[in-house]
């Protein structure tokens, strides 16, 4: 599905896929080459491409290069968030710290958020420079605030929904409104796009969230049970731990959760209904998403939206 989604845009991905190696001048970036071409989805720097297909003018070059600091971005993240997330896999690949080291690891996402500036301060376009500024700020604020909250049973499914506003969906929602800018959207436009890509972030890491419990690691590249291992708490697990008395919600919940046990907290969350009444408020986002596009010019690209509306709730990896 999500194939078929981006098909219009396979060439301009290509050239994204181009750009990037092409920035990789450092012997040592370069070792993150394995990664990039590992078979990621490529899901943000493709919105910057479709968004900046909705306008009457878009600026090809310049939308690749935005595509291209985009993951490079997003890859820097990654790298950071693995060493964080003490995480082994990547992409069914050794994560960068566990096969080059944590120190070099940490260098090489700086080294990649540098090069993506770097690459946007070339498009003499100051607002794309901006809303991907901020997006690097919401991004290291939304990490916070997940460190401050791990092993909160209390925590709300507010304080969830702000959590992954900036942590995952402020970077899909950027990716959108830079391609948009870039089209030559109207500012209603822009702002439409924005909001489609902030709710599909929203959706996005629920199902993130519930994959982390039910999926297969094969299908997933990583290991499961890592953001529950690591003490993070997900709109499932919040539903779960309101299912529960407290005394059972301590029991099964209390750390250390070994491997049995986090099998355990998986099934439970399956069997009382805590996966599907997340899956279905991630449902609910992916449709304020697709209401806020619904009066956007899409330019012969309707279906794409529709089939990555359906990626966001029916994937499993």
Known sequence: MLEEALAPIQQDLAAVTERLLSQLTEPLARRVAYLITAGGKRLRPA???????????????????????????????????????????RRQQPTFHHRWGTERAVLTGDYLYATAFTLLTQLGTPE?????????????????LEVEAR?????????YVEIIRNKTASL?????????????????????LAAFGINYGLAFQIIDDCLDLTGDPRELGKSIHADLDKGAVSLPIIYLAQSLSIRRRHT??????????LARVAEEAKTTGAIARAQDQAREFVRRAQDAIEQVPHNGLGSAYHQLAEYAVTRRS
């Open 252 to 261: 099964l919940l209390a750390l250390p959760l070994d491997a049995e046990r």
């Open 47 to 89: 919105l910057v491409l479709l968004a900046g297909r909705c306008g009457q003018s878009p600026n090809r070059e310049a939308l690749i290069d935005t595509a291209t600091a985009v993951e490079l971005i997003h890859t820097a993240t990654l790298i950071h968030d693995d060493i964080i997330d003490s995480s082994q896999l």
């Open 151 to 159: 092993n909160r049973l209390d925590l709300t499914e507010a304080e």
């Open 128 to 144: 794309v420079m901006r809303i991907m500024a901020q997006v690097c700020q919401q991004l290291s604020r939304g990490e916070l």
């Open 172 to 192: 899909i929602g950027g990716c959108c409104q830079s391609g948009a800018w870039l089209g030559g959207c109207s500012p209603d436009t822009v702002e439409q």
